[in-house]
């Protein structure tokens, strides 16, 4: 369940909505939403827009903020929708609605969202929110808001650099080297591309004239991700080469290549992956549960831990550790002994890089 503070910003990460059409992303012919207070149960009471039976319409940008991906955004304030400070705390459910072309009927969906106390604020866009740990059982007697969510961004960072890769969408504009091959190979999936300049141009290239491997159900090329440069086909014949004298090419160079974009390793409706999520959940409670110096608080039980065996009994099925040492198998250089987040690191973590060959050329 997404969760916002009073008085914090709501953001793309945070309430959003997708639609797809047999697993692809697609935009829709019109697109809004209402959110509704039903800490009193519901149906509840309508707070955004003001006005009752009426809806927020994000259609268009900046609502929308990719393909078939739309945020809860309040066109008058020109911010994402947020809180008020006297907002009620509890569940709330926002109401989507859309339809896919002029003549569609509408079609309409709930989403159940938490407004929090206070805002904490943050630099970064988080893969977890602090309710997620409040779920996992972690009160805010035991641990405040402001230390959860420095936990969150700090270990969040550690996720990013483990995988060599970040998990929500990024729009980046790259400068890179051109290799004198028609591909070049990035290191970081693909979502979509705005515009590609090539050989120091300073005009955009022709949507017809490059290929962008960005595909996430089958093939999954957020393994491979990568552009390749074609030609354009409307004056080739059977009898003539794809590959030849006038092909185009990144032409060899530094930083001659200007592409922009949204990269990041996200899944097919545009979110972080639930395994890294868990990854990340897990990491967090590991670390606020076991801190570095003093007790635990009140009420709250270490993970369990395997010592050195000091007296072992087979017949009584009795077993003695040693409470002074502790023997534990050790991860990222220490960072965690949890099997299960080592291992979600592995599968998510990012090739080294694909080397495209350089050709040699006249220019």
């Known amino acids: 369940m997404p969760s916002l503070s009073r008085g914090q910003e709501n953001l793309p990460s945070?309430?959003?909505?997708?639609?797809t059409v047999n697993g692809v992303l697609t935009d829709a012919y019109a697109i809004e939403y209402r959110i509704f207070d039903i800490t009193g149960g519901l149906p509840g009471t309508q707070i955004f827009p003001s006005i009752a039976g009426t809806y927020?319409?994000?259609t268009n940008a900046p609502g929308k903020f990719s393909t078939g991906s739309y945020y809860a955004y309040n066109n008058s304030a020109a911010k994402g929708w947020t809180p008020s400070l006297t907002e009620p705390i509890g569940t709330h459910r926002i109401e989507w609605r859309w339809k896919m072309s002029a003549g569609s009927m509408w079609q309409a969906d709930f989403e159940?969202?938490?407004i929090l106390v206070e805002s904490s604020g943050s630099s970064v866009e988080t893969y977890i929110s602090i309710q997620d740990v409040r779920d996992e059982g972690l009160t805010q007697a035991q641990y405040s808001d402001a230390k959860v969510l420095s936990y969150i961004e700090t270990w969040q960072a550690f996720l990013d650099r483990a995988c060599r890769q970040w998990f929500i969408p990024k729009t980046l504009v790259l400068k890179v080297d051109g290799t004198d091959s028609d591909s070049i190979h990035l290191g970081v999936p693909i979502i979509s591309i705005?515009?590609?300049?090539i050989n120091d141009s300073t005009t955009n290239l022709s949507t017809d004239l490059y290929r962008v491997y960005s595909e996430i159900v089958y093939p999954d090329n957020r393994r491979n991700p990568r552009i390749k440069l074609v030609r354009n086909n409307d004056n080739l014949s059977i009898y003539e080469s794809p590959i030849g004298y006038g092909e185009l090419k990144f032409r060899k160079g530094r930083k001659n290549q200007e592409i922009k974009g949204n990269f990041g390793f996200v899944e097919a409706d545009g979110s972080v992956p639930k395994l890294i999520k868990r990854a990340l959940l897990k990491l967090v409670i590991e670390k606020l549960t076991k801190p570095v110096y003093g007790p635990l608080p009140s009420g709250v039980t270490p993970p369990s831990s395997i010592s050195a065996i000091l007296e072992e009994t087979t017949d009584g099925h009795?077993?003695?550790y040693d409470s002074a040492s502790v023997a534990t198998k050790s991860g990222i250089s220490g960072m965690t002994s949890d099997q299960e987040i080592l291992?979600?690191?592995k599968l998510y973590r990012?090739?080294?890089g694909v080397a495209t060959?350089?050709?040699w050329s006249f220019s």
Not at 14 to 19: K, M
Not at 194 to 197: A, F, L, R, S, T
């Open 112 to 114: 159940d969202l938490e």
């Open 357 to 359: 060959p350089a050709n």
């Open 318 to 320: 009795k077993i003695k």
């Open 350 to 352: 990012a090739p080294l």
């Open 194 to 197: 705005d515009y590609i300049k």
């Open 56 to 58: 927020e319409i994000v």
């Open 14 to 19: 945070i309430i959003n909505w997708f639609l």
């Open 343 to 345: 291992d979600i690191i």
